[in-house]
């Protein structure tokens, strides 16, 4: 089925905003891993991995899929930062930035 769409697959770090030829008549898979279980992170490449289709992965924390992740070509990955402190009021005084969150999961 996904080799019958016309237009290409890319993965998110392909686009250039002002280039419209890097996104237009492009399509994007990303998931965000939010927690979930490595079973079906695990699935769910293995169905990708199949079809040989470009992803983009948010991550939010360790897993034993990271390996896998950094194996398949075409998967990139990013993080997914939380500011739910931030936003409800936990910041400087606890020593809670947006910088010490985004370093934190780096």
């Given at each position: 089925?996904?080799?019958?769409?016309?237009?290409k697959p890319?993965t998110?770090?392909?686009?250039?905003?002002?280039s419209v030829?890097?996104?237009?008549?492009s399509?994007?898979?990303t998931?965000d891993?939010?927690?979930?279980p490595d079973?079906?992170?695990a699935d769910?490449?293995?169905i990708?991995?199949?079809?040989?289709?470009?992803?983009t992965?948010?991550l939010?924390?360790?897993?034993?899929t990271?390996?896998?992740l950094?194996?398949i070509?075409d998967?990139?990955l990013?993080?997914h930062p939380?500011?739910?402190?931030?936003?409800?009021?936990f910041?400087?005084s606890?020593?809670?930035?947006?910088r010490?969150?985004v370093?934190?999961l780096?």
């Amino acid at each position: 089925m996904i080799s019958r769409l016309r237009k290409k697959p890319s993965t998110i770090k392909n686009i250039v905003p002002d280039s419209v030829e890097t996104w237009y008549d492009s399509w994007f898979l990303t998931f965000d891993v939010d927690w979930a279980p490595d079973e079906v992170v695990a699935d769910t490449l293995e169905i990708l991995s199949e079809y040989t289709v470009p992803s983009t992965w948010m991550l939010t924390h360790m897993s034993g899929t990271l390996d896998a992740l950094r194996s398949i070509p075409d998967t990139e990955l990013g993080i997914h930062p939380n500011f739910n402190r931030l936003l409800a009021g936990f910041g400087d005084s606890n020593r809670v930035s947006a910088r010490s969150i985004v370093e934190e999961l780096m």
